[in-house]
């Protein structure tokens, strides 16, 4: 059977407002993910929401979260008897300020992606090992194999949660203001300033040992 190439859209991936900016299809969706490197993990503990930033990486349909095992949501995701732990995560980037020339029409170019689904502990010693690697070079490609692995203390001090990508949405703002007509005429200005992250020339550890070369994968960023 062949692989489907749009997620299913769900009452909770389905926007009350704007619905023309929504998209499913695995090509947006994806590009999105791997663009950013910050996730927001929303859960529910003791009754009351919570929303932590983290980093996370993407592997076909499934995302990877970590952090320490003392981590309040990776514990709750292995507990029994019913493993798991409900959760939103969301991506975001800004890709513009949008000035109209009435303030309430301002607004932002963005693109997002909300992800609805049951986390699950990785207990799997070859799948967290993946997932880690897959972690590091999320944020510098290559950087995985360039840098000593996790030894066995390390790797027992990190817990790696798993999300299914499943019930998944984007939405995307692009393009300038939308004005009122009788605006149009007022004396203010109006448009789009973009925003768009920037790398700096890397930095060198002040312990790194003469003669290490920089890495080619940063000169390429």
Aim: glycine share 8%; hydrophobic share 35%; aromatic share 6%.
């Amino acid at each position: 059977m062949a692989r489907a190439e749009s997620y299913a859209p769900t009452d909770r991936t389905t926007p009350t407002r704007a619905r023309e900016r929504a998209a499913y299809d695995h090509e947006t969706v994806h590009a999105i993910l791997d663009t950013g490197y910050v996730c927001h993990l929303g859960f529910v503990r003791d009754g009351s929401p919570v929303v932590l930033p983290t980093l996370y990486g993407r592997v076909g349909d499934r995302l990877y979260l970590h952090g320490s095992t003392g981590s309040r949501p990776l514990r709750m995701a292995g507990q029994a008897p019913d493993p798991g732990l409900e959760v939103c995560v969301t991506v975001t980037h800004v890709d513009g300020l949008v000035l109209a020339k009435s303030a309430f029409h301002h607004s932002i170019n963005y693109r997002c992606v909300v992800v609805h689904g049951t986390a699950h502990q990785v207990t799997d010693e070859e799948e967290k090992t993946a997932a880690l690697d897959a972690l590091v070079d999320h944020v510098v490609p290559g950087r995985a194999a360039d840098s000593r692995p996790g030894n066995a203390k390390e790797l027992a001090a990190t817990a790696v949660i798993r999300l299914d990508l499943r019930e998944v949405s984007a939405k995307i703002r692009t393009g300038g203001p939308s004005e009122e007509p009788e605006d149009l005429a007022l004396p203010y200005w109006s448009g789009v300033l973009p925003v768009a992250p920037v790398y700096g020339a890397p930095i060198p550890s002040d312990d790194l040992a003469p003669g290490t070369p920089e890495p080619a994968y940063l000169s390429a960023r």
